[in-house]
C-alpha cells in the first residue's frame, strides 16, 4: 500500500461530506468515561522514506536462516512458486467464507476440491471446508466426541504436544468434561497396558497423536483395536501432515474422527501461523462436525455447480443446536494446501515424504555413531529426539556460530532435544550441525 498522508484540506472534506466538525465527532456514542483521553505512546511520524527504511531494516532482523531443524508443531518445507503465483489472482485472494455462497461458486469449488483431496489423501467419508488450526481442529474433536457419547471424559497422553493440551484445557474448562492423562513407554509410545486400565472407566474418546511430540510413530493398529473394544471414539491428531506420504492413511485404522494441521502443505513458518485446520469424520457423525461442509449438484439448468450443503453454526442455526461458533474457514490457506497437494502430485508427495524420512534417520545415524543416545526407541518419521551433553544455552551458542536453529528442549527431560530434519536441509547442513556440536 503506498504512503500517501491525508491533508487538513481532504480532512475539511470528509466531514463536510459526513456532516461533522471534527474526529471526535466519530466518537459521540462511546461513553465519555472510557475515551483514552492522553495521546498515544507512538514514535513521531516518519516520512515515506523512512518508513521503507524502516520495514526494511525489521526485515532483515528477521531474516533467518536456512538451517532450521526446529518441528514441535511448525515445520520448515519447501514452498513451490506456484502457489504464492496462482493466490495473488484478485479473484480469489480472500481469506474470507462467502455470506453469498452460491454467488461465489469459484471459491465454493475450491472448497469442495480441498474437502475431496483431504478425504482422498486420509480415506475419510467426510471434510470439512476448513478450521483455523491443528490445535483448534483437536479441540473441537473432543467437543465433537463429547456430543457422540455423552460421558463426560477424554484420554490424553501425556506425549501430546504441549501448546495443544493448553488449547484443550482452555476449550474444555467451562464444559466440565474431566481430562484423564495416560502415560508413555522408554519407546515414547503410549503405554497401551495402562490405557487398558483407564478404558475399563466409560469415556467419550480417546485421543493419539501420532507422530507424537517426540516424533514417534504410535502403533494405530493395536491402539483402534484397543479403543473401539471400549466403547470410546478413536480421535487421530497429525501435526507432520507430510508424513502421511509414507503412513497408511488413518481411516484405515479404525479412526473416528481426524483432526491435522495443514502448515506443511506449501505454509511458511510465520512466526506461528496462520495455519491451517483440518477435520474428517466418518459419514454417520456428519451432523456433529463443526464449521462447512461444501456440496456438488446441478443447477435448474442441469448444470454442475456447488452449494454450502451445511453450516451448523449458531449464526446460521439456532445457537442451542450449533456444533461450534466457529465463524468462518480457513479458505484461503486451504486453498495454499489444494495447490501445494495438486502442484507435487501423489508421487511428489510421497517422494517428499521418502526424503524427510532418510535425511531425519540419517541424522539420527550420525548421532548414534558419535555415542549420543535417542531418548526414545519408538520408530520416527522426520523428527526424533537426542540426548546431549550440554544444557540448553551451551547448544543454542555451538549452533548459533554455524547459524543454525535446532534443539528444542523437552521438559522433563535434562539435556534432551527434539530435532526435525525436511527436504530443506542438505547433507551438508547435517554435517555442519554434527561439527558444531562435536568441535564447538
Known sequence: ????????????????????????????????EILLKRKLNLPPALS????????????????????????????????????????ERGEIYT???????????????AMFEFQSVMSDLTHADITNASMYDGASALAEAILMGERINKKGKVVLPKNLNPQYREVIETYLKPRNIEIIEVDFTEEGRIDIEKLKSILKEEVSSVVVQSPNYFGVI???????????????????????????GIIKPPFDFGVDILAMEGQ????????????????????????QIPG?????????????CFVMTL???????RREKATSNICSNHALKALVALVYLATVGPRGFKKIAEINYKKAHYLAKRFNDEGFKLTFSGPFFNEFAVNLPFDENELREKLSLVDIYGGIPIEGYKNSYLFAVTEMNSLEDIELLMCAILEG
Open 1 to 32: 500500500m503506498k504512503y500517501i498522508p491525508l491533508t487538513e484540506e481532504d480532512k475539511r472534506k470528509m466531514f463536510e461530506e459526513m456532516g461533522i466538525t471534527s474526529i471526535s465527532s466519530l466518537f459521540s456514542d462511546i461513553p465519555e
Open 292 to 304: 462447512r461442509i461444501v456440496g456438488e449438484t446441478v443447477d435448474k439448468n442441469g448444470k454442475r
Open 264 to 287: 506443511s502443505f506449501g505454509m511458511p513458518l510465520s512466526f506461528g501461523g496462520p495455519y491451517l485446520g483440518i477435520l474428517q469424520t466418518k459419514k454417520e457423525y456428519v451432523r
Open 311 to 317: 453450516r451448523p453454526r449458531e449464526q446460521d442455526i
Open 95 to 109: 481469506s474470507y467464507t462467502p455470506y453469498q455462497p452460491e454467488m461465489s461458486q469459484g471459491l465454493l469449488q
Open 48 to 87: 515515506e522514506k523512512e518508513i521503507v527504511s524502516l520495514i526494511k531494516r525489521t526485515f532483515k532482523e528477521n531474516d533467518l536462516t536456512e538451517r532450521i531443524f526446529l518441528g514441535g508443531g511448525a515445520y520448515f518445507h519447501f514452498i513451490p512458486s506456484t502457489i504464492n503465483y496462482l493466490l
Open 218 to 244: 504410535e502403533d494405530l493398529n493395536k491402539l483402534g483395536k484397543i479403543i473401539k473394544d471400549s466403547g470410546a471414539l478413536f480421535i487421530l491428531s497429525i501435526i507432520e501432515a507430510l508424513s502421511l
